[in-house]
């Protein structure tokens, strides 16, 4: 998902500060939060969620479209403010370098447990014998020799392209094909409708969940990891980001999300409603998560920010 576009951003909060219920206005030159979002839909959903409420707060929150090298790179240029998307262990190699150089700092909490990370297949083809890793290459005619991964550049598309550099599990003759999300479940969807057989990048949360009648392959802790790829979500922020805007990282650091709120946010989203504007529709139904969210937090000029959400998002 190499692409670009403008919309929020934020960071993370020194855990001294992340403990304190002070409210503290941030300075003026935090009112620009500037997030990046890799084109996945569950962090188009969460980054438009911390968007809302920090424009509820008053800042200005700006996303930018980018991939995973280049989110990163952003991080440490400090051009990027806040990634809500880190999953961890799949973008774990990608991310160590500039960790251990002290260039991108990583929050101790997840904003996100449970995920899945792995290879799926619609139910009619797990029903036909493909069940686990060690079985793709049996099926190489009816696969058409292909894998479909998601944008150039991508962790879980790295991960399929060295499986197959390797000849693991015989996958030496298959293809990765890399489009974006949006791209692969449009061949997805086609496949279905055909009942055509197809192997694909798929992981949780996310609508294809409950949309799509599909099932995560066994035999891949070697390559995504244990549990189909189960991976924490992490906030990444540049290394003084908290101290230069202390209010705006408490807020990240509270965020912590769901793979319910995050299914049920995504549909519209993928639907092509934008992020903001379903994450606003989401909260004025869900106001509850803003106490937790917004404990300790404050609007850009110092007063009480969940009053201020509350009314913003039109929340009873």
């Given amino acids: 998902m190499a692409r670009f576009r403008t919309v929020p951003v934020c960071a993370a909060a020194l855990t001294a500060f992340a403990c304190s219920s002070a409210f503290a206005a941030d300075p003026a030159a935090c009112k620009s939060v500037r997030f990046a979002d890799v084109g996945w839909t569950d962090i188009a959903a969460t980054t438009g969620l911390a968007s809302t409420i920090l424009a509820g707060l008053g800042y200005a929150p700006t996303t930018t479209l980018a991939s995973v090298p280049i989110t990163f790179a952003g991080l440490k240029s400090k051009q990027i403010d806040v990634f809500l998307g ?31 990370y792995t290879l799926a297949v619609p139910d009619y083809v797990y ?9 793709i290459a049996r099926y190489a005619d009816k696969l058409q020799g292909r894998i479909y991964g ?3 550049g991508n962790d879980g598309n790295a991960l399929i392209q060295k499986m197959i550099s390797a000849n693991q599990f015989d996958l030496g003759k298959f293809k990765l094909v890399e489009s974006s999300e949006a791209g692969m479940l449009v061949q997805v969807n086609r496949a ?24 995560y392959l066994t035999g891949g802790d070697a390559v995504f990891g244990p549990n189909y790829g189960e991976a924490r979500v992490l906030t990444a922020v540049p290394p003084d980001y908290s101290a230069r805007c202390p ?27 934008d992020p903001q504007k379903a994450a606003a529709a989401w909260l004025k139904g869900n106001p509850q998560v803003l106490d937790k969210w917004l404990a300790g937090v404050t609007t850009l000029d110092g007063k009480p920010g969940l009053p201020a959400v509350r009314a913003y998002v039109g929340a009873q």
């Fill in 150 to 152: 998601i944008e150039p």
């Fill in 247 to 273: 209010n705006v990282a408490k807020l990240v650091s509270n965020l912590q999300f769901t793979t319910s709120i995050e299914n049920h946010l995504m549909v519209p989203i993928m639907n092509k409603e």
């Fill in 127 to 135: 029903q036909g014998g493909l069940h686990s890793f060690q079985d």
């Fill in 86 to 116: 880190y999953w961890s262990p799949t973008m774990d190699p990608i991310i160590e370098p500039f960790v251990k150089a002290g260039t991108i700092k990583v929050l101790n909490t997840p904003n996100l447990t449970g995920a899945k």
């Fill in 192 to 215: 279905i409708r055909d009942k055509q057989w197809i192997v694909f990048l798929g992981w949780e949360p996310h609508p294809m969940n409950v949309q799509m009648k599909i099932d």
